[in-house]
């Protein structure tokens, strides 16, 4: 593949060529190889309009670690502030030789934009409330290093749904490699294409978005006037799934797990009811910010109804593990406790996390 805008662009062998390439890289780094030369006179440019710690770090020091050049780009401070389009910006970046831009952007769908515009691989590290693939792939990768794999492994995903591209993309992924995965939360906070599963043609949404231009060359997402600069698109409207497809009353069971039929997630609303079921649990950050529109509890119910304590971790299998991509809103979602309990994996996936990104700049820019 040449861009990683969505979980949806891999198909199960491509995804596990990625975690086998990851381990192979952690490997490496335990023998205290920390840098290959295999990406040496290439460029990667990290471009970020959205603040961020771990990926934005995690990529720089993948692409050093390949011996990458890397020129890092922060909206705050440069030319955006004057005006300048993402469709200018990136071309500037292109005129200094980028092989490799990865973004963050608030508008979902920037990254399929951005792909029409320069000639190098576009990696999606992250596009408002749609998709972070390569947070999917570090979580994928510390599952199956943690429980040996990942076929048939059960999974909940636990929270704000609603506006978390890390949910989304794990669910693409997650499905893609055979594990089950439940989504839990409030019913307000669980979006209706998310529980739809995202399951078929409608996930390649790469090849969906540009209404009116030729095939394989994404544009606008769909539902945007165009012009050069994205604008927020709900997720749904970028997968093209209509109301129809996106349905999900049908299939819930309120206060219990529906069946996950036509392949897409199962849904509850009862978080005590799915843990003692569960390999993995894993909690979402409740993403304030983006709750102007949302029914939010008080934090306080909130958490009593759906924060993982040491009273719920008790109810998980011997086995299971605890994630949470970061960062975390302690004493809200997850308790500080548990947090920092052997069964959590939490500072273990920002170091997975690196090996996932040299992975995935290394298979993109065909490093030898
Ligand atoms: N998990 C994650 O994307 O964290 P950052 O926002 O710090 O990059």
Redesign the pocket.
């Known amino acids: 593949i040449k861009h990683l805008r969505s979980a949806a662009d891999l198909d199960a062998e491509t995804a596990t060529l990625i975690l086998d390439t990851a381990a192979e890289m952690a490997t490496l780094a335990g023998r205290e190889v920390k840098k290959l030369p295999t990406l040496r006179g290439r460029t990667v440019v990290n471009l970020f309009y959205e ?6 770090i995690s990529f720089e020091a993948a692409a050093k670690r390949l011996s990458a050049d890397v020129i890092n780009f922060s909206a705050k401070g440069s030319s955006v502030s004057k005006g300048e389009s993402l469709k200018d910006t990136a071309l500037t970046l292109q005129a200094m030789g980028a092989d490799a831009v990865v973004i963050r952007h608030p508008a979902s769908g920037a990254p399929h934009r951005l792909a029409s515009w320069v000639d190098g691989s576009v990696v999606n590290a ?1 596009d408002g409330t749609h998709e ?1 693939p390569t ?1 999917a792939l570090l979580d994928a990768y510390t599952m199956r290093s943690r429980l040996g794999r990942l076929d048939g492994l059960r999974v909940a995903i636990v929270g704000d749904v609603l506006h978390s591209r ?1 949910a989304r993309s794990n669910v693409l992924l997650l499905s893609t490699l055979g594990a089950q995965v439940t989504l839990v939360g409030p019913p307000t906070l669980i979006p209706i294409d998310v529980a739809a599963g995202l399951s078929g043609d409608a996930s390649r949404r790469g090849d969906r978005l540009v209404p009116g231009e030729a095939a394989g060359g994404p544009s606008a997402p769909a539902g945007s006037a165009g012009g050069d600069e994205p604008r927020a698109v709900s997720p749904a409207a970028i997968a093209g799934l209509s109301g129809d497809a996106s349905r999900r009353g049908d299939r819930l069971v309120p206060g219990g797990v529906a069946g996950a039929a036509g392949g897409g997630p199962a849904v509850s609303y009862d978080l005590d009811s799915v843990l003692p079921d569960s390999d993995v649990v894993m909690m979402l950050r409740v993403q304030s910010e983006r709750m102007q529109d949302s029914y939010f509890p008080s934090a306080r119910e909130y958490s009593r109804r759906y924060g993982l304590d040491m009273r719920r971790l008790r109810r998980l299998p011997e086995h299971a593990i605890v994630m949470h ?3 975390m809103n302690r004493g809200m979602e997850i308790a500080p406790e548990v947090a920092d309990s052997p069964r959590s994996t939490i500072v273990e996936q920002v170091a997975n996390g690196v090996s996932a990104r040299m992975a995935v700049l290394y298979l993109l820019l065909g490093g030898k």
């Open positions: 603040d961020s710690t771990r990926t934005r992250g972070h947070q890390v991509p970061g960062p």
